[in-house]
């Protein structure tokens, strides 16, 4: 039996990269993926690459920024997998990075966004689920 069998994980920015790679290796060790971005196609061909090897995950686009959009995606996570397990924010963006007066203020804040906002979406809607089956420490 693998280390992580029955287990259902998330990773967010896993179309690419580490995140690609996280995604892969949690799959390898018998967790069910979902693989989350806004770029459909790359968390496609993640799961594709996943499901290749035997494993089994699902793509779940989705803008992290709003949380709505990620508590429909983590509804849909729960639906199709199970109840989230692991989440692992694998997602940031660094685009407005410079002195202050050559940075683009709504690029920066963009940062802000994804970078703060996006993890605590995540988190806060993965943590109930967690809660609720004993996974996540209070």
Known sequence: ??????????VTDGGRGIGRE?????????AKVAVLARTATEIEET??????????AIA?????????AVESAFTRVAS??????ILINNH????????????DPLVWWRDVEINLRGTFNTCRTAAPMM????????
């Open 22 to 30: 996280i995604a892969l290796q949690q799959a390898r060790e018998g």
């Open 80 to 85: 199709e997998l199970g109840p989230i397990d």
């Open 1 to 10: 039996m693998s280390r992580l069998s029955n287990m259902v994980t998330a």
């Open 92 to 103: 940031g963006s660094f685009q407005g990075f410079g002195p202050a007066w050559d940075c």
């Open 131 to 138: 809660l609720a089956h004993g996974r996540a420490g209070s």
């Open 47 to 56: 799961v594709s690459l996943i499901e290749e090897e035997g494993g089994e």
């Open 60 to 68: 779940v686009s989705a803008d992290l920024i709003g949380l709505a």
